[in-house]
């Protein structure tokens, strides 16, 4: 065998998201390499999890999984009940720190040391399964991305034990940026750590191994001592990889349940929000054609008319509107059910919306990043959208029923009181928007990975950031700062402000989700000369009429942000004169102006 390629549990083993949805990375490179003449293997050993432990008693695992959701993963999880076998020493040591934890998300160490013999019975039966394939291997690896970093480390450590020479490299978003070096200094059971695509990677490792005199490529390892950066090289085109192949006949789910992903591209275009570490994950931008996506999906049909789930699997899959727009017509009438997506906003408009309604039925909201209706937030986040598109975007979808939902940070550094009236005042502004059945808002507060723009630079965001992140707080004489992709504990230097404006906001979101579109709307009818506007705020109703043309310029806005000076030249009116009828738009709440007063979007929705 030439390659074996392993994926163990992601924390987030529960969700349909992780637990039907087999590893892309493995699936491309048992492709690749095949095509290539290589041996492969792959074990998607995540989706073994949720049935494996579902033969235990419900009470031993459902309250722990239960009380780990709703305080988040990264606080505590199932990698940190791998974690305590990797690390059983420090375990031992740290059972207070561990109990506290657990005691202040209403668990105790009895439900923890319950997981962790599943979790090592578990690691026992997987591995059985790898030994027929080991001996005669040349390189091992472990795919790393949602918190599957203790688990796989563990199964490193066991083949380590019994193949010293084998090869074992990793990579993922668990052991990127800085982390990758920490983690090559003080695993032994690791030779290397992949710092960029793993197809490229693994392909010229493999090359290497066969000959020396082969160049290595985005790699961190070890030799003779010294921690090596390798040269980089840019990965292998999107357009050019096959699709992947999997063992279906391996997986415990049935072709129905299984949510295939499909990668519409990689990488973020923007990479420079202040919040997020996307530019250490040396991921190349790149996106493919709308025929090849097709080509996909077709492929797939081909296997097994059942397999009809599908996962949009990209940072930001609206990299070219017009592949977004041609979609659905190229795959029309497949029967396709769609399960998440992610989108920016600044380049979405009604066409894009309804491109993607119609790729067919959506299981599942899609996420767009909204993050704040503050312009100056938005600003220190680096957000390269405004707030006007991110409304325009939620009135399109919410008049084409297309499902979305949202992120919005509650608190953030340098978040001021200014920052607050302003997102306030754009909520209830546009709360008729927001309580559409179809529309998702998710309050959330900021946390801190590493490398991000934040972490980097604390004193220009005026936060304190503590030295080791919130898992190597657990563990006592934990021998790194950092650990996989797990946030750092922090303070704002406006702690007390940022927690009252945080609640303020949470509040505002938790009112808002209670409101009824019967009570709360603003809808239009363009009949004739004149244009009605319905109004229903909490319930009190009351109506605007408009002609000639205040008419005009309400509805040049209702459908996309129109700016300002263009529309003057349009109606021959002075911006001043213009200005002024927005001015008494806005004093009765039925425009949105943007922060430079430049532009405008109307807010009523067609009747």
Not at 168 to 195: P, T
Not at 210 to 224: F, G, H, P, V
Not at 322 to 333: D, G, H, M, S, V
Not at 404 to 409: D, T
Request: proline share 4%; charged share 25%.
């Amino acid at each position: 065998m030439d390659f074996l390629f392993i994926s163990m549990p992601y924390a987030r083993f529960i969700s349909r998201w992780f637990a039907n949805i087999p590893n892309i990375n493995l699936g491309i490179i048992q492709s690749l390499l095949t095509q290539k003449g290589k041996r492969v293997k792959t074990f998607h050993f995540h989706l073994d999890f949720l049935p494996y432990i579902k033969k235990f008693e419900p009470n031993l695992w459902e309250n722990f999984l239960f009380q780990t959701e709703q305080s988040g993963v990264e606080y505590m999880g199932l990698d940190y009940i791998f974690a305590s076998l990797l690390f059983n020493d420090k375990f031992i040591k740290s059972q207070k720190l561990i109990n506290d934890r657990l005691n202040s998300i209403n668990l105790n160490l009895t439900d923890f040391l319950n997981m962790r013999q599943i979790a090592e019975s578990f690691i026992k039966m997987e591995f059985s399964k790898l030994l027929p394939y080991i001996s005669d291997t040349k390189l091992i690896g472990f795919s790393c991305s949602h918190y599957q970093l203790s688990s796989s480390l563990i199964m490193a450590k066991k083949i380590k034990s019994l193949y010293p020479d084998i090869p074992i490299i990793f990579g993922g978003k668990d052991c990127s940026g800085k982390f990758a070096f920490e983690l090559i200094k003080n695993m032994d059971c690791l030779d290397y750590v992949g710092i960029s695509e793993c197809e490229i990677t693994i392909e010229s490792l493999l090359d290497y191994i066969e000959n020396r005199d082969n160049i290595l490529y985005n790699l961190i390892y070890k030799a003779e001592g010294r921690i090596i950066n390798s040269p980089e090289k840019p990965n292998i085109s999107l357009e050019h990889l096959p699709f992947p192949s999997y063992d279906f006949n391996d997986f415990p789910l049935s072709s129905s349940e299984i949510i295939l992903p499909v990668e519409f591209g990689r990488g973020c275009p923007w990479k420079r929000c202040t919040f997020c570490p996307d530019e250490s994950y040396n991921i190349k931008c790149q996106s493919k054609s709308a025929e090849k996506i097709s080509a996909e999906f077709e492929y797939y049909k081909n296997i097994s008319p059942d397999l009809t789930n599908f996962f949009i699997l990209d940072s930001d899959a609206l990299k070219n509107k017009e592949t977004i727009k041609a979609i659905p017509q190229l795959i029309n009438n497949k029967s396709l059910s769609f399960h998440y997506a992610e989108f920016r906003a600044e380049r979405m408009d009604r066409e894009v919306l309804n491109a993607i309604l119609h790729f067919g039925k959506w299981v599942s909201n899609f996420q767009i990043g909204i993050e704040t209706f503050s312009e100056g937030l938005l600003k220190l986040m680096n957000k390269g959208v405004t707030v006007l598109k991110n409304v325009e975007v939620i009135k399109s979808a919410a008049e084409l029923g297309v499902p979305i939902q949202f992120n919005l940070f509650t608190c953030y550094p340098k978040m001021k009181e200014e920052h607050l009236i302003e997102n306030i005042k754009v909520m209830y502004t546009i709360q008729h928007l927001l309580v559409y059945e179809n529309i998702q808002i998710f309050p959330g507060e900021f946390y801190l990975p590493a490398d991000c723009p934040v972490f980097e630079n604390p004193e220009k965001f005026e936060i304190t950031k503590s030295k080791e992140n919130i898992f190597a707080l657990l563990l006592e004489d934990f021998p790194m700062s950092s650990y996989s992709n797990y946030p750092f504990p922090y303070s704002f230097n406006n702690d007390e402000e940022q927690y009252r404006m945080s609640m303020i906001i949470r509040e505002t979101c938790e009112s808002i989700k209670k409101k009824s579109p019967e009570n709360n709307y603003m809808r239009y009818d363009n009949t004739g000369d004149k244009l009605l506007i319905k109004l229903c705020r909490d319930g009190i109703k009351s109506s605007l009429i408009f002609s000639g043309l205040e008419k005009h310029i309400y509805m040049n806005a209702i459908e996309k942000i129109q700016d300002i000076e263009s529309l003057s030249l349009e109606t021959g009116l002075t911006i001043n004169e213009i200005n002024s009828i927005l001015a008494d738009f806005e004093n009765k709440g039925i425009v949105l102006l943007s922060s430079d007063k430049k532009s405008f979007l109307s807010l009523a929705t067609k009747a």
